[in-house]
């Protein structure tokens, strides 16, 4: 089988969100001695399309997660091919729905965003406590942490994070992006937040970006 | 019949149903079943018939919500573990709806009833914040402007953003401290207006804690008062809404609860919303045995705020809430989440949509809720006015004519809501005087002009 069939399987498999298949063309590809980080390449540019086409409402959450999980074992197979100082990293990003709220859908669909575009995802779930977001942080290597609310009354437990990170004098070790339904920029800069995305999009945008800076790109 | 008695056997089923991880609750159970369902009842989007007038198309939404609700039934999140419901317990549900309720005390009180397809019977008009933060500064006048409105039957609350400078943040004591005042200000508003025995609708925010606690006649919600309870989106419930249901039954009081179908979300496309929310509408009723409910299509994907006026949206609340009026006796509730804010056209023109197709397939009126209530104090007495007057015009209507109005209503602001930057409006304090609580002379001749628009489109106004 040729480089190109075998990147061609990687691709339908993914397509088709199938996390057996993909595994088994991730296995292939190295039984059959192609570079894992081409193949990897191959599987982000795949999944960058899917996420385009949920933005254009032609395939729905549930396919875009099951791409995720499709995805993460794919490119785990691959990884562990990869010597670790080679392997390439977006970022290590702890994702969480603020205490008190526990709505997860917006939450998800950026946690799924910001795997298919390369970042190393820990979802920490809802109804997180500014101290679990910290003490996750501090056990991943966050880069980024990203906190979700989805209600006008949990918004202020956004800040809640950013004062804790401050009072606990860890702030300066992490980027914190805040999102959800009610939030807007100017609230992201109002309660000192590095960033904000009004969509899943625009999050990995902001998560990119921060990357960049952080890395002094 | 009531179905009262069963609620602790369906609560005991999130102890003893099937095991099932979130996931693949989701992946596994309850999205392959909702594609084939679409598919096996062959269920198609249609923009060009927002308002349905084909009842096999209502009879199938209707089938197709109860296999899904059979087949894969409601996971509890706390446990892990699937309620699953029989079909005979979902007739039973059905045949036990009362088909009318009252709200309210004294001369205020308001009888709602089960309004059929095409209903010549008025709806009634819940009116309110609706969610929306309130400041602290024009809260009491905010009430009072809807108070003040004839049209608008019952109170839906807001939500104070801080109390004496302090924020109100979720779980905090704040929280209940908020909400006493919230409650204070509206019945302040209610006697200023002479209703004082008016009901209030009190919004879901608040913790768990904090509805238990403002559940008092003297200084809360009283029993006549109706209260929310929501399922997580989607298909699923936590023991927080199972215990509040537990509670507002023994406190006896009114509850409202929804079926939402998230385009875009979990559901995906507009038929799986339809069928998604007509589920959730039957497994709620069974679970919380509500007094009124409501089914609708929120729309994710258009703006930061969610919606319900783009024709995706109108189409999904439509379908639902038709195909409930005509299989059960259901008293439906239609809201507003509008993407534009008050004192614009384009809101008042989406609210416009919304009430003729809803008052066409049965449901009464609530809301509104502008720039989906995220905005602090953009909201007044002049959404559900305008709510209210379009719907008792409306009326009566054939859903072949409501249809062609809501078609025509929709292409002036369907580009403009899909913009991703609809028009923000105005606060309250810009938009009314505050002294005398009345519209400025900007917001009514945005209410005139609209107002003809739709005589133009041959609906007749009453008054």
Known sequence: MSKEEIFRKLRANLLNYDQQGTEKAAKEAIDKGVSPLEAVNVLSETARELGDKFGRFEIFLPELMMAADALTAGVNVLRAAIPEKEIPKAGIVVIGTVKGDMHSIGKNIVATMLTASGFYVQDIGEDVAASTFADAAEKYGADIVAASALMTTSMPMQKEIVDYFEGTEIRERYRIIVGGAPVTGEYAQEIGADGYGADAVKAVEVAMNLIGKKEGK | ?463
């Open chain 2, 1 to 463: 019949m009531s179905m009262i008695a069963r609620r602790w056997d369906f609560f005991r089923r999130a102890e003893t149903g099937p095991i099932i991880k979130e996931k693949d609750f989701i992946l596994r159970r309850y999205w392959p079943r909702l594609k084939e369902l679409i598919r096996e009842y062959d269920i198609r989007y249609d923009p060009e018939n927002p308002v349905p007038t084909d009842d096999t198309l209502l009879d199938d939404v209707f089938k197709a919500g109860t296999d899904l609700l059979l087949d894969v039934g409601f996971l509890c999140i706390d446990t892990s573990r699937i309620i699953t419901f029989e079909e005979h317990e979902i007739k039973e549900g059905l045949m036990s709806l009362p088909g009318e309720t009252t709200l309210g005390e004294g001369k205020d009180c308001v009888h709602f009833q089960h309004r059929e397809l095409e209903d010549k019977r008025f709806p009634r008009n819940i009116g309110g914040p609706t969610g929306t933060p309130l400041s602290e500064e024009y809260g009491t006048k905010i009430y009072q402007s809807y108070a003040n409105e004839p049209l608008v039957d019952v109170i839906y609350m807001g939500a104070p953003k801080s109390v004496e400078g302090c924020t109100v943040k979720i779980g905090s004591p704040f929280e209940i401290q908020a909400e006493m005042i919230n409650i204070a200000w509206a019945r302040t508003a209610l006697r200023m207006a002479g209703r004082s025995g008016m009901p209030l609708y009190g919004c879901c925010f608040p913790s768990l804690a904090v509805d238990i606690a403002s559940s008092s006649p003297e200084y809360g919600y009283r029993k006549t008062d109706m209260r929310c309870l929501w399922p997580l989106p989607q298909m699923k419930v936590n023991y927080a809404t199972l215990t509040r249901a537990a509670h507002f039954a023994e406190y006896g009081c009114r509850s409202f609860t929804a079926g939402e179908g998230y385009l875009g979300g979990l559901p995906g496309s507009p038929e799986g919303a339809v069928i998604t929310a007509v589920a959730e509408c039957l497994g709620t009723t069974l679970l919380f045995q509500p007094s009124a409910i409501q089914a609708h299509t929120l729309n994710n994907m258009y703006s930061p705020w969610t919606g319900e006026a783009d024709i995706m949206s109108l189409w999904g609340d439509f379908v639902s809430n038709a195909a409930l009026t005509k299989n059960t006796r259901m008293i439906l509730i239609l809201g507003a989440y509008t993407y534009a804010g008050p004192c614009t056209e384009t809101c008042l023109r989406e609210i416009a949509a919304e009430a003729i197709g809803g008052v066409a397939v049965g449901t009464h009126t609530y809301g509104i809720a502008p720039n989906s209530g995220l905005i602090l104090d953009h909201c007044t007495g002049m959404e559900p006015r305008f709510r209210g007057e379009v719907g008792h015009a409306a009326t009566g209507i054939k859903r072949e004519d409501a249809n062609e109005i809501v078609k025509k209503i929709n292409e002036k602001y369907e580009e403009i809501v899909r913009s991703r930057n609809p028009p923000r409006g105005k606060r309250f304090a810009e938009c009314y005087d505050t002294e005398t609580v009345t519209p400025s002379k900007e917001y009514q001749e945005i209410y005139k002009r609209v107002k003809r628009e739709l005589e133009d489109l041959s609906l007749k106004f009453i008054y």
